[in-house]
Structure formats: C-alpha cells, structure tokens
C-alpha cells in the first residue's frame, strides 16, 4: 500500500469521508482487485495469528518433559550399560507406550479445536470494481468496502458509511446480550471506549437486524480481536495444582531411590563384602522396584478415558492434566449469557393496563407452550385486546422465523414467539396487513411505529420503552376490549409497575395502537405516534437454560462456590441467579470493584453471588483474587473479552458455539453445547478420575514400598537377591500393570459430588494416605517374607523365592479389588461392573500362577503345586482384604 498503512488510527473520530480519503478508496466503487491484491500482499492475510501448528511428532517428544519419564530413561541406560537387556528393553517400551498414548489424546484434541474453528463464516461481501462480490474473510484489506446484513458475522473492524436500522451482537466482545444501534453520523471523542463507539464495527460481532456500508481500517492482528489475541498471548499459563503435585511426587520417589540404592550399596560392600557386579544388579532391582514404572501410563490412560467421556458429554479437553483440575474446582466464576441461560429472549408475562397478568409458558424461540390467564389457555380469538397485542407484535417487527429458526434482532423474535402462542401465525397476519409506513426505533426515540393497512382499515402500531409509550398515550384498553381514558394518576401507578416489573429482570416493552387515518401517511413522526391507546407490556427476559438450577444444586451440593460474573445490569443478573438457585448473596458492580482494594474483596469474596457490568480486567482480577484465596479456580466465557480471565485460571472453559476462536485458545476445554450443566458433569468426572489416579497411586505405591521393603530385607539379613530384577520387572508389568489399567476404567463412587473439593494445597498423598502405604506395605511385606521362610526352610530357597514371589503378586492383586472402592466396603455386587479390571485381575492372576510353575525356571526359582498355590492366594486375599474392610468400617479413610 504505497503510501497508506494497514491500520487507520482513531478512525471512530473521523467522519466518514475522511476516513476513506486516508484509506484511499472510492465508497461508491470500492478497491480494484488488482489494489486489493496488492494491499493483501503488504498487509498479509485477515486471520489472526494462530500458534504455529505442531506435527505429531513433536507433540508425541513432549511427553517425554517429565520427570517420571526421565527417571525412567536414565533406568533403561543403566541397564544397557551393566547388560540387563531384557530389563532396559521392557521399561523403554513401556515409556514408548506411555508417549504416544499422551500424544495421540493431544494431537486429536487439537486437530478438533482446529475443526471447530472452521465452523466461522468464511465469506464476507465487498464492494470491487464497482460490483458487490462474496470472498474469503480472509482476503477482506484494509480500505475495503464491506455490506453487512442481518445475520452476518463483520469480517474486520470497519468505520460505517452508511447504515439503516442497524443492530450488532457484540456479546462477545463486551458482555451486553442486547445489541447494539450503530449509526454512521456520528463522529465521537477520542476517550470513547469500545463498547460505546456506535459508529464502528469490530470484526467477529454478528449484525442481528439493519444493513450497513463501511470502510475497513484494521484486519487479522490489527483488530481490537486481534489485539486482544496479543495479550492473551503475554499472560504466562500456569501449571494445574495436580501438575505441580505429581512433579514434587517424582522427586519424592527420585529421592527415595538413590538413598535405598546407596545404601544397599553400601551395606552390601562394607558390611557383607559382596560382589561388585551383584550389587550393580541389587541396585537396579531397587530402582526398578521403587520407581512405579506404571504410574505415567495408567495417569494419561486415566485422563484419556475423563477426556474421552468428557467429550461424549460435549465437552473438549485441550490439556489432559485440566481433567484433574476441573475437578478440584472449588470457585466456578461462570458467565451469564448464553451459559447459564439459553441465549433466547423470551416473553414471560403480558401484564395489561388494568392490572391483569398473563403468563406466558416455554423457553426461548421455540414454540411450544401458550399463554394463560391463570390456569387457563387463551388466544387471541378470546380477547380484542390479546388480538391488538399479538398484531403489534407480528407487524411492528423486522424478525422472522423461517423453518423453527429465528433471524432477526432478539426482543421482536421474542414477540414473534409471543404472537405464535397467542394462536396466531405471522407469515398470514402479514399477508393479511400490508405496512406502508414505518418510524424506526432509535436509541434517542426508544420506540418504533408502523402503519398498517387490513380488513379493518389503517392500523397505527407502536412499541416502545414503557415510560415513552405511556407518555404519548391518551387511553387505554381494558382485559375485556372496552377503551377507557388514560389519567396522570393512572400513568404514574403505571410506571412504578413497569420498574417493579423491572426490578425482577425483566426488559419490558410498551405495546400500543390507534386507528389510523390517511393523513398519517404524510404526518411528521411526532404526530403519528400521539394520541395512542396503550394496550400492555410485556415482560421479556433470556431465561435460565431448564437443567441449569439442578446442575447449580449439584454444584453447591459438591461444595463448589457458583459465581456469576457478567457484563449484563445488576437487577437482570441477580433475577436470574434467583432463578437458577444460587444462594443470596452480594450483588458487586464493576464500578464498585474499581474502588475496592483487593484485601476489601477478598474480605467478600465469600459473600459475593453475583459480579455484574464487569470488564476484561475486573474478571481477570476476581479470578486472581479467588486463586490467592486458596481456591482453585474455574472460568467459563466465550468472548474476547474472557479470553485473559480463561488464561489466568486454573482451568479456562470456552464456549464452543458462540466462543471466539480467542477464548477457544486461552482455555483449557471447550464446551461444545455451551452449556453450564456440561460444566457440572465434566466436574464429576475429573473427580472421578482423580479418584481412579489416586486408587493408582496408592495401589503402585504400596506394592513398589513392599518390593524395596523385601529387597532391603534381604541385602541387611545377607540372603541374597530374593526378587531378581526380571522377577521385579515381572510383578511391575503384570500384576501392576493389567489391574491398575482397569482401576482407571472404575466408575464414580456414589459420593463423589457430596464431597468437598480438594484445597489447593492438599497433596494427593498426605498423611493419611503415607501411613496407609506403610501399614498396607508392611501387611505385604510380611506376607513375602513369611512365605519365603516357610518354605525356604520345609523345602528350598528357590522354592521360598517362587513362594514369596507368589504371595506378593496375588496380595497386589487383593489390593487393587479392595481398592475398587476407596473408602466404601466392596461387595460381590460390583466385581463384576468394572470389566477392565476384571479382566486384568484375572489375567494377572493367571500369569502369577505360571511364573512359578511353566515359567518357573525363566525366573530361575522352583516350581510350586497347585495346593500350594490356592493356599497362598486364599492366605494373601484373607490378609489383604481383611485389613481394608476393617479399615473402611473403622472409618479410616484414604
């Protein structure tokens, strides 16, 4: 662009003139396509900038940045260095598996995101050589004339040059579920701030009603979408609480190993004077004992599974390890538009001048229910007055509603609706009637009148803000049709109805008519919308989706603090937290949070339901504030301005539907019905799977703690090597491996959201859970060791290491059956449920029995009989079991 640049500064301060002068295009023919070229080529493409895309293979060596999977390779090395083939080549294959299962889960997961961002309109209309033709969004310069429509996405931020009638969504970008009135007249100050710059489009809004012309001045990264982008890209990710805990678990281990090794080294060397290359080996079986080779591969197989069903429950983890996080979630700071309620505005009550009310039943747009005069349906058939109402709101109405789909601004597809269930159907009324006039609403004028001719001759209809309608009304209609005059008195008694009406959440709308006169068509607009003859108002909210108030009592139920956190008025927020069932609490403003400090809002933080007309930075500030706080933190929205909230949180969750492809990117998962009642059932299952990780953990753990238990034991009473490192290779792989990975398959235990949420710093083992591992362990180790002596001393050391070797396999596989339930004695019952585990429980107890017979002397120890072998099973179970029952029935929990 010789000359020009690619974004035209300030450009809501220009008129619109200028503003195409700077950018050197003719509006009435647009750029030439060579020009446009041209300018594509020096300004690059109209997309933001996206991550650089990574292949498969990358994604699969980043899982090897873990210190479990690094503890693991440094074991393999070792053992090719000191020949232990066989050992090395097992743990490098079970390290491989544990990769590339990670590694196809996030692939997967990012090549759906990718999907879902295809799903954005991808054409835009623009004014080339003269001619108005569709091309790829992408492809929109700056300098180009666009035409927007109802229904279209704004391909770019653009100064208007024209515009008729016309409303824009900018939900997404401001909060605000009502659009917008953009007009092209205007030129405004410096300072104004985005939301109030009704002379300009932002690209990624939606034109509800109206059309439009005007100028791009920013595409791609230039865009306010785009700066946004920039800054979500600024603020630093943080690791999940269960992240950070299973990095400080590997130390732990880590630790835990070199001290074992060095000192069975030591005792081994100094003490006993055994061979070198012995005490290599001893070493290694050590390390391999202690490190839960397992552990890596059952977590991700953990989480792929919640991922998995999450995702069948329509939601769609980006990162694995939020699975776990979400369900830790102790604040869920949700947005209100969209995710708690249905995004549809819907007329709920139709109250009349002389005081009855109407009910009016169904959500959103879609037509079911009716409307009631208490317990019983009426029409518009039953009354003059529901008639006029049901006219207004078909013809005084640029909505439509083609094949059960709405288009056209929310509040007059509301009033369509209103009229379907009143009986009557739109598309004859309007046929029936022909319009010959209409007065458009403005912000300034707050009402809109048309002029309509029908059977009954000239029709004038008007609808409105209440206290304008009442204004210019000089009657009124009654519930039965008779017209009476409207006094002072009687408006005023009116107007404290409509702000008690108001006080509830609702928006209401005047309704009103007169009979027309042909005079009217040439009348100036003041005087056709005088003299009118009020006939009601409606009451219009964006209701509740049905299954959200169970899903919040579910919620609250777990102990999760539920806060709304919108862009909407304070009366309309806290009249659906109402209806939802979030429990009364302080309703905070944005501009009350400007003045408080953070140690003032953390003092209320508790006490807080509702946060309303808050910014981008307020809810980036409640989500740090509530994370100081001790909580972990769970953010829910679908615009641009959530996407730095959706970073900074613990767990990001971006609306699928309606999400910009920002806050799809900021967020760790993505809702893909848009659904807060998806929230909640994803909550259930990463609490779910956090339970099936700890099961794992603890299962590993006490198994590993009794192998290094029996090994110790063995180096300091100078027997030898009882479990060589093929035989604790054998106990890790089969009996670990086959049972826990159906302990990740187990279902949720019937409490699971009647619990409270793990605190941030709870570890995932703690107290209860180390002295749980020794006891469990020390049961364990007795069991091994015991059986070794018995039959060590009634027939041979070889055939007391096949017994021992035996008893501690099938005590493993005991546990991971107790384990089945954490805290809740098993029963019979439920074996069965859990298939995966049984599965592996039965082949593991098939392959412990043939280690010691067909296999016996690949592990080089002495066969054993078949009684010799139901022996130690029922011995080993009786141990086990006995201990976890009395355990859960005592009331010791895990």
């Known amino acids: 662009m010789a000359g020009l640049g690619c974004v035209l500064e300030k450009p809501h301060t220009l008129p619109p003139e200028e503003a195409t002068k700077r950018l050197g295009v003719n509006p009435a023919t647009g750029l030439s396509s060579e020009e446009a070229k041209r300018r594509l080529e020096s300004c690059g493409p109209n997309v933001l900038e996206a991550g650089r895309r990574r292949g498969f293979l990358e994604v699969f060596l980043e899982q090897f940045k873990n210190l479990f999977v690094l503890m693991l390779l440094a074991a393999t090395a070792f053992s090719f260095y000191v020949g232990e083939t066989v050992d090395a080549v097992l743990i490098l294959a079970i390290v491989l598996f544990m990769a590339v299962l990670g590694a196809v889960q996030e692939y997967r997961a990012e090549r759906i995101l ?22 790829d969004a992408s492809e929109v310069v700056p300098g180009d004339i666009i035409i927007v429509m109802e229904g279209d996405r704004v391909p770019a931020d653009a100064r208007l040059i024209e515009a008729k009638d016309l409303y824009v969504d900018e939900s997404t970008l401001t909060g605000e579920s009502i659009p917008v009135h953009k007009r092209a007249d205007v030129v405004l100050p410096e300072d104004t701030i985005v939301s109030d710059q009704v002379n300009m489009l ?19 990264r230039n865009t306010y979408i785009g700066r946004i982008a920039r800054m979500v890209a600024e603020t630093r990710a943080e690791k999940t609480p269960f992240q950070v805990e299973l990095d400080r678990l590997a130390k732990r281990i880590a630790a835990i190993v070199v001290v074992i090794a060095a000192l069975s080294f030591i005792i081994g060397y100094v003490f006993q004077e055994a061979g070198l290359v012995d005490l290599m080996l001893t070493s290694i079986a050590l390390a391999v004992a202690a490190v839960p080779e397992g552990l890596p591969a059952i977590t991700v197989i953990v989480f792929s599974i919640a991922a998995w069903n999450m995702a069948r429950r329509n939601a769609l983890v980006r990162r694995l390890a939020a699975v776990e996080a979400l369900g830790s979630a102790s604040v869920v700071a949700t947005d209100k538009t969209g995710t708690l309620t249905v995004n549809e505005m819907t007329v709920r009550q139709f109250h009349t001048a ?27 058939e039953d009354s003059p007055l529901l008639r006029l109402a049901g006219l207004v709101s078909v013809l005084n109405n640029n909505a439509s509603l083609e094949d059960g789909k709405i ?58 803000a209440p206290e304008i309608i009442i204004d210019r009304s000089t009657g009124y209609m009654t519930s039965n049709g008779e017209e009476r005059p409207l006094t002072e ?22 309704l009103a008519y007169r009979r027309g006169e042909k005079q009217d068509l040439e009348a100036s607009d003041d005087e056709v919308e005088s003299r009118l003859t009020l006939l009601g108002m409606v009451a ?8 959200v108030p169970e899903a919040v009592r579910r919620a609250l139920e777990a102990g999760i603090k539920v806060v709304m956190v919108t862009g909407d008025h304070p009366s309309t927020a806290k009249a659906i937290a109402e209806m939802i069932g979030l429990p009364r609490g302080r309703v905070v403003t944005g501009q009350e949070l400007e003045k408080m400090s953070d140690e003032e809002l953390k003092r209320i933080a508790g006490e807080v339901a509702v ?3 808050v910014t981008p930075e307020h809810k980036a500030r409640i989500v740090r504030v509530y994370k100081e706080l001790g909580h972990i933190v769970a953010v829910t929205g679908d615009g641009v301005n959530d996407a730095p909230a959706l970073k900074l949180a613990d767990i990001g969750v971006a609306m699928g539907q309606r999400g910009t492809e920002v806050a799809k990117e900021a967020a760790d998962m993505i809702l893909l019905d848009d659904n807060f009642a998806t929230i909640v059932a994803a909550v259930e299952e990463g609490r779910r799977s956090f339970d099936n990780v700890k099961r794992t953990v603890l299962y590993l753990l006490s198994a590993n703690l009794a192998e290094v238990a029996t090994v110790f034991y063995a180096t300091i009473k100078g027997i030898g090597t009882i479990f060589n490192a093929a035989m604790l290779l054998w106990i890790n792989i089969v009996t670990d491996g086959f049972p826990a990975a159906g302990l990740a398959f187990e279902e949720a235990e019937p409490d699971v959201m009647k619990r409270p949420p793990r605190r941030r710093d709870q570890p995932i083992l703690g107290k209860p859970q180390f002295t749980y591992l020794l006891l469990l362990s020390a049961i364990e180790t007795l069991l091994t060791i015991g059986f070794y002596h018995l039959y060590a001393a009634e027939m041979s050391p070889d055939h007391g290491r096949a017994a021992g070797f035996l008893a501690l396999m099938y005590a493993e596989l005991a546990q991971s059956m107790a384990l089945r339930r954490l805290n809740k004695p098993i029963s019979l019952r439920m074996i069965p449920s859990n298939r995966q585990w049984l599965t592996g429980y039965a082949v593991g107890a098939i392959l412990a029995a043939l280690s010691v017979t067909v296999l016996a002397e690949l592990f080089r120890v002495s066969s054993l009989g078949i009684a010799d072998i139901l022996a130690i099973f029922l011995a080993s179970h009786a141990a086990v079991l006995g201990f976890e029952e009395a355990r859960k029935r005592l009331g010791l929990h895990v």
């Open 354 to 380: 002389d005081g009855k009310v109407y009910t009016v039943t169904g959500e959103g747009y879609r037509l079911e229910g009716g409307v009631f005069e208490n317990e019983k349906q009426v029409t518009a």
């Open 489 to 510: 008195a009687e408006k005023a008694k009116l107007l404290s109805q409509v702000e008690n009406i108001a006080g509830r959440g609702f928006r209401v709308l005047a």
């Open 611 to 613: 946060f309303a007309r």
């Open 407 to 464: 288009h056209g601004d929310p509040m007059e597809a509301a009033l369509l609706v209103f009229a379907h269930k009143l009986g009557m159907d739109p598309a004859n009324v309007r046929k029936t009637y022909r319009r010959l006039r209409e007065i458009a609403f403005s912000s300034e004028r707050k009402r809109m009148t048309v002029i309509v001719e029908g059977p009954e001759g000239l029709l004038v209809l008007s609808k409105g």
């Open 202 to 220: 932002f690209s990624s809004t939606y034109v509800v009603r109206g059309t439009g012309k005007a100028v791009v001045t920013a595409t791609g």
């Open 114 to 135: 990718e999907a879902l961002k295809k799903l954005a309109s991808p054409k835009a209309r623009v004014l080339r050589d003269g001619k108005i033709v569709l091309v």
């Open 540 to 547: 219009i909210i964006d209701p509740p989706r049905p299954e």
